[in-house]
């Protein structure tokens, strides 16, 4: 599932010791497996082989251009969000045509970007939104593919903060919206209108509402059909789940088994908008003990590691599992329950709460595992602290993959105005 194994109880990326890493690029770092991550890649491509999917490896998860192009090194193309990601996705070598743009706020600039570069397509999330898109590209001389984001209203029993199919939540246009769209689809002289998208949310371990959705997209389907609308591409958006905890997600394999044949029903090309089932489990979160403080009512683990590193907890009390680089040996044994806390003047600054944990010493170092995904990219430099370095290992190698922040890099782009100084 991920190369993060202890050998003779030291934990090992691939076969690189953390530790050595730890110490030679200090604390704290994310950490990924090269290995980890293409797997998690082919797993996917051969599960969904019988349909050949384009597979729009989701960039928010975690848009490091070392990851970014060793996914697009592998085939995978890219689903963006904001002009920052599709400058990135660019970066990395990524063919526009493998380039999915989705969000409910595209200003007109990022609008002109794309269409300029002639992505694939625009996930489109409002009537709104396509008047801007067919004026740009009007403006270009071009023609845009849009893909209208359906919101099927399902249940995708997640965090209610990352459940996006529901009419309550701001994403994705309803089916009778659709249709009207699809019906007045000749008032958009510059728009392609050959593609359907749906996203519903994130972290979902079950087939159900996928099936549920997707059911519901296959009958509007048929009734566009038969107003002259043709269909080209169904994109069934990301969300797959991983295991963090004791969740029991399932295999690439056996969500392909479940919801294949309906997507072979259809005909349709297929593109899938996977983050965190490539990127969560290749990575983890390196930090080191800094003080053990005991209260009359806790055990605290003061960790150089703080919300500002990894919000997951403190936001969506997210569990990861924590990992000491060093097994316990005997005189260490039994177990504590601590709360794993950071240096943020906040008391949500946590990793882990109520933990039971192998006894700590301090100075030791410990791995937040399943870090890869929305960890990084969700990171922020509050308290004036350093974004971590990140690193990544490849067999018995680890590179830099990007530098620690300096003090420098906090006050580069401040500016005192004349009158104060
Ligand atoms: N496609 C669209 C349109 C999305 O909005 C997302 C994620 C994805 C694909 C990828 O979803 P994934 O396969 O990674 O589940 N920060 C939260 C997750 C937010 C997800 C936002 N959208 C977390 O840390 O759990």
Known sequence: MHDFKYKKNRLYCESVDIEDIARKVSTPFYLYSYNTLLDHYKKLVSAFGPVKPLICYSMKANSNLALLRALVKAGSGLDIVSGGELYKALQAGCDPKKIVYASVGKTEAEIRQAVAKQILFFNVESFSELRVINKVASDLGVIASVAL?????VEPKTHHYITTGKLTNKFGIDFKTAYNILQARGSFSHLKFNGLHMHIGSQIIQSTPYIQAIKKIIEF???????????????????????????????????????LPLLKSTGLKIILEPGRFIVGNAGILVTKVLYLKKTPLKNFVIVDAGMNDLIRPSLYCAYHEILPLKQASG????LVKYDVVGPICESGDFLAKERKLPRIEEGEFLAVMSAGAYGFSMASNYNCRLKPAEVMVKGNQFYIIRKRDSYLDLARKDKIPEFLK
């Open 331 to 334: 005189k260490r044994e039994g």
């Open 149 to 153: 984001r359906i919101n099927p209203d």
């Open 221 to 259: 389907i048929k009734r566009v059909k038969i107003e002259g609308v043709t269909i080209e591409y169904l994109n069934i958006g990301g969300g797959l789940g991983i295991i963090y905890n004791e969740e029991k997600p399932q295999t690439a394999k056996e969500f392909a088994s479940k919801i």
